[in-house]
């Protein structure tokens, strides 16, 4: 039987570590909640950064089953059962061509769609320059850094869309 504080600090580094993971795996992101650390670069749209986003999306499944529930205080208890349902969701969407992300957004995005007229590159770029710090010498040099990345970025966006294009799928 795990102790209250054993599950309540089992769960809390869960999170810690999810959300260190997270901000990693999509940066833009990470700008927009003032996580520092990230500003230099953009999300990895290859095919081989999605699959291990799925695979730890898996894995984060795994642990949150393991945790005792009941041995948490009722604040911890509830945001288990928060996050347990944000990481299923994000797994069920994956069926659906869903970015594996856990953080729920006002327009789901989608690897298989890697742009339309809400977002991808034309917009991203632009938006997230926008929001970004721009106090500080390194604050500057993190915007060049992403916008020296801009091409990259372009090249995994078509390399993902080439692919729908071939097959003349509707989608696009």
């Keep these: 039987m795990t102790t209250p504080v054993g599950a309540a600090r089992t769960f809390q580094d869960l999170l810690a570590r999810d959300w260190a993971y997270w901000t ?10 003032g996580e ?4 230099h670069r953009w999300t990895s749209l290859a095919p081989d950064a999605i699959d291990g986003r799925v695979g730890h999306l898996k894995q984060v499944a795994g642990e949150l089953a393991r945790i005792d529930r009941d041995a948490l205080d ?4 509830l945001n288990l059962d928060l996050y347990r349902d944000l990481v299923s969701t994000a797994i069920e969407g994956v069926a ?3 970015d594996p ?3 729920r957004s006002v327009v789901p995005r989608t690897p298989l769609l890697a742009i339309n007229q809400l977002e ?3 917009q ?8 970004m710090p721009a106090e500080a010498v390194a604050d500057y040099e993190a ?3 992403r916008l020296e990345a801009v091409p990259g970025l372009v090249d995994q966006t078509i390399a993902q869309l080439e692919p729908l294009m071939e097959q003349g799928d509707t989608i696009i």
């Design 24 to 33: 990693e795996q999509f940066p833009e992101w990470a700008t927009v909640v």
């Design 124 to 131: 991203d770029v632009p938006m997230v320059l926008s929001i």
């Design 101 to 103: 992300f856990p953080i």
């Design 120 to 122: 991808g590159v034309p």
């Design 74 to 77: 009722d604040a911890d208890r």
């Design 143 to 145: 915007m060049l850094a």
């Design 36 to 39: 520092s650390g990230h500003n």
């Design 96 to 98: 659906f061509h869903l």
